[in-house]
């Protein structure tokens, strides 16, 4: 990787800020899918399946959740017809990433990108909490004939904390 910031100076350098940039756009259109689908809609999959590999693996171990297909993360994250997934506690929630740390070496990649997430609670559900995460996702990227995809994901938590929201009917301190 080159670690200077002077100007490309051939097509190879021109390539490798393309490639950059089409695996940012990835990483970033992964939160996309997390973050455009609130609540009970639960179609992750629509973005994911375009941003993974079609043998993508995850590691959400960090967080308690699977190590294996993204499918099987999307599963866990927002359940099926029969089970409720880990985020059915949540109503809304939005991810801010960092811009990543990419080294490309052909038609590989590898990634690090800082997130803060935050979660609004259900209070019908017994979660009246703010819950907020940081951390990273540590990407292993490949090259394929529909652009760049996420082949392994791991999750990283660096802390986490819920923050008691107040009830709804709450007066203001005086």
Partial sequence: MREDHSPPTGPNDIQKRL????????????????????????DILQQWDERFAADGTVDYSAAGGP???????AAWMRGDATTPGSMSSFSNWQHMLSLPIV???????????DFFASHRGRADRGMNVHFNAAGAFHDG?????????????????????????APTDAQPPV
């Fill in 67 to 73: 190590i294996g297909s993204y499918r099987t993360l």
């Fill in 141 to 165: 990227l490949i090259r394929t004939e529909k652009g760049w995809r996420i082949s392994f994901r791991r999750l990283e938590i660096y802390f986490a904390d819920a923050l008691q929201i």
């Fill in 19 to 42: 490639d950059r940039q089409d695996i940012q756009d990835v990483i970033s259109r992964y939160s996309l899918g997390q973050d455009s689908h609130q609540g009970a809609d639960a």
């Fill in 103 to 113: 080294t490309i070496t052909g038609d590989t990649a590898r990634s690090r990108t």
